[in-house]
């Protein structure tokens, strides 16, 4: 049996290697039940779920930073009808993962914080937003977005982030789950779903906000 030194080497490493966090790593281990309990006693580990969920909830932007596979961006981009006269819009552009593989006949926009383009300041008049966004403020984002009045709203999630508050909330703004595309992406936390919400559409699916006991 590894130690508890060895141990946390092990995972240090892994985590500088694969760029996840380490305590979030830890908290999941734990849960698992993948970790000996002298382990968790000496780094004192909550291995509750949601104390993993309040950390990501509590990110700043430098976590924030998750770089799409180039082939998952495209997969996003290709679930999207377009006309040539539509105005494409990526926020969150970073190395351009999405933004760089947009038609190239179309118009294209973009922002990125790290190039002190905030996609809070942004206002000009765009038919699809397609992007992965931060999750750590994925309610302002989900707004910020809405308001924006696109035709398509396509964004990559953790399946934790699809909640029915927020279907909920696109709905009351006139917007419909149209595409639902499940997927996993190396080292990410989850499950992944790139989400697909157009204007004046029904949802392809059905929820309801009643907690069941
Ligand atoms: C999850 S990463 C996605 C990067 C890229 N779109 C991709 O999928 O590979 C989110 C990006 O949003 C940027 N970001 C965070 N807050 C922002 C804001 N308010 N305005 C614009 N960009 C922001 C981060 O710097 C980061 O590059």
């Known amino acids: 049996m590894a130690s508890v030194q060895t141990l946390t080497t092990i995972i240090e490493l892994l985590s500088k290697r694969y760029k996840f966090d380490k305590e979030d790593a830890i908290a999941f ?20 779920f949601s104390s993993t969920n309040t950390k990501i909830k509590a990110r700043v932007n430098a976590n924030d930073i998750f770089i799409t596979p180039l082939k998952l961006s495209k997969t996003a981009i290709t679930m999207i009808d377009c006309s040539s006269t539509d105005i494409w819009y990526d926020p969150f552009r970073n190395n351009g993962s ?7 006949e179309n118009t294209k926009l973009w922002s990125e914080i790290l190039e002190e383009k905030d996609f809070f300041s942004f206002n000009e008049q ?29 964004y990559l999630l953790g399946v934790g982030n699809l909640t029915c508050k927020r279907i909920e909330a696109f709905e009351n703004a006139g917007y419909g789950l149209v595409k639902l595309h499940m997927c996993k992406v190396y ?25 069941w006991r």
């Open 126 to 154: 765009c038919d699809i937003i397609c992007s992965n966004p931060p999750y750590s403020i994925l309610d302002r984002v989900i707004e910020k977005s809405i308001e924006l009045r696109p035709r398509v709203i396509n």
């Open 29 to 48: 281990l734990a849960k698992e039940k993948l970790l000996p309990k002298r382990f968790i006693m000496k780094e004192k580990v909550t291995p509750a």
């Open 187 to 211: 080292t990410w936390f989850g499950m992944s779903a790139i989400v697909q919400f157009e204007l004046n559409k029904e949802s392809i699916i059905s929820f309801d906000r009643v907690v």
């Open 98 to 104: 999405y933004y760089n593989q947009f038609p190239m």
